[in-house]
């Protein structure tokens, strides 16, 4: 008996343990994830939150009725009467090669800004007036700190001519630091101080409803009636598998299903919301389908032979017990199914959407592109600016997509029926 008891105790202290031993395993596991996340979501922050800043060169411009016609304004020389301002600025600069650094300092949309400016208040015109212009990248990063004045100069984008005159025009208060609205209002640009995401999320969000408007009533009604209403069958077996297998097929393919049909065979608008939408619609189809399956298949038995029993058709019971309880589990599967949506950018690749595109669409049937391409984009792309606006634009798709499952939290409590 001692010897049965202390091989009892042997073997408990060995499983006791044992489920210690994984318990710890599994909360080392969830803090590296975690830790992962925390570290991938802070770098993106901190790189992110220069493109939330923008900054202003004040210059001086010459805006007398020899360089600005007040009668005929829109044949003027912005460009160059902004150019001799920079150069008036600063008098010492004569060598070609310097005066096209000094340029540099502004960005090439200051032309367009001058315009605008003289549009929005003609009394600026008739004397030499201080405007504030949109500076340029390369100047932009320094003024953030993200230029090593220290490295050589070959070394660097900033000359040691163009680091003195950024200092001399800081000294001045020539140079300001505001929030950067127009990475909200503006589209996208070739130049990163003034390229937004406006075109781009409109674009996502145009897509994304004609996919929910398709995806969702036609899921929602496939799932009812192969859950509910269709006979047990080889067929419907053959039907439910390849259900499962579409939800595994890689959303290129997606694309290239939208490439063949839509745009070659139904010769729809290309890079347009309305192919975009009817591409994510067919990658989230099978998702809907499989989610409201499973919604409709949690709903106890006993509320649908109850109402049969009180005297209703199966079409009566189905819709008005089962369907209101199976509601919101459809719903949180349609938006889960949206998410994925939102975040692919391999099946908008191929029908179009990369292309460069700086108006906003109106209507679903102009060209646009999306959230994700537009970070592909930028991603890509070789100037040092366009890394934070790349960083801020995965912000933007990170808040969109919590947005969404919060939406769906919302909808699932509002929609829930306790039994």
């Given at each position: 008996m001692?010897?049965?008891?202390k091989?009892?105790?042997l ?5 006791n343990?044992?489920e ?34 923008h ?6 411009v ?6 600005v ?25 004569k ?10 300092l ?14 929005k208040d ?11 212009f949109?500076?340029?990248?390369d ?6 700190g993200r230029?090593d004045?220290n490295?050589?100069?070959?070394q ?10 950024i200092?001399q025009?800081?000294t001045?208060?020539r140079?300001?630091?505001k929030?950067?609205w ?10 990163p ?12 969000i ?17 799932a ?19 259900i ?22 139904f010769d ?10 009817l591409?994510l619609?067919?990658?989230t ?44 589990g ?7 199914g949206?998410?994925?949506a ?7 690749l ?6 460069f ?13 999306a959230l ?6 930028w991603?890509?792309?070789?100037e040092?600016a366009?890394?934070e ?10 808040l969109f ?5 919060l ?11 306790r039994?």
């Open positions: 001692i010897n049965l008891t091989s009892a105790g073997n408990l202290h060995k499983r343990g044992a210690i031993l994984f318990q710890s395993v599994g909360m080392i596991a969830i803090i590296i994830s975690l830790s992962f996340l925390a570290w991938l979501i802070i770098t993106i922050l901190m790189n992110g939150l220069g493109a939330a800043k900054v202003e060169i004040k210059i001086p010459d805006l007398s009725s020899q360089n016609d007040p009668d005929n304004i829109n044949d003027a020389s912005f460009g160059s009467i902004l150019k001799s301002g920079l150069r008036k600025k600063f008098v010492d600069v060598i070609r090669k310097d005066k096209k650094k000094l340029y540099n502004v960005s090439p949309e200051g032309s367009f800004e001058l315009k605008r400016e003289i549009l003609p009394t600026v015109l008739g004397e030499t007036t201080d405007i504030w949109s500076a340029s990248d100047l932009s990063l320094f003024i953030r230029v004045i490295v050589p100069e070959d660097r984008q900033l000359s040691d001519k163009e680091v003195t005159w200092t025009l800081k001045e208060g140079i300001r630091i929030p950067n127009n990475f909200f209002k503006n589209g996208d640009s070739r130049e101080e003034i390229a937004g995401i406006l075109a781009a999320l409109v674009g996502s145009l897509s994304l409803s004609v996919c929910f408007i398709l995806s969702f009533p036609l899921g929602v009604a496939a009812t009636y192969l859950e509910q209403f269709a006979p047990k069958s080889r067929l419907s077996d053959v039907i439910e598998v390849n499962n297998n579409l939800a595994a097929v890689p959303s290129i393919v997606f694309g290239l299903l939208g490439l063949s049909i839509f745009l070659g065979y729809l608008p290309r890079s347009s919301p309305l192919v975009g939408g591409v619609s067919l990658m189809l099978p998702t809907i389908i499989i989610a409201s399956r499973a919604s409709l298949r949690s709903v106890p038995p006993s509320i649908k032979e109850a109402a049969l029993a009180l005297g209703a058709t199966p079409v009566q019971a189905v819709f008005h017990h089962v369907f209101p309880v199976a509601l919101p459809m719903l949180t599967g349609a938006i889960v949206m998410a994925r939102l975040g692919d950018t391999a099946p908008l191929m029908i179009g959407m990369v292309a595109i700086v108006d906003v669409p109106k209507s679903i049937l102009e060209p646009a592109t994700p391409v537009q970070i592909f984009l991603a890509d792309s070789p040092r366009f890394s606006k790349t960083s801020a634009a995965i912000i933007v798709l990170l997509l919590i947005l969404m499952n939406a769906a939290v919302i909808m699932r409590r509002k929609f829930e029926k039994l």
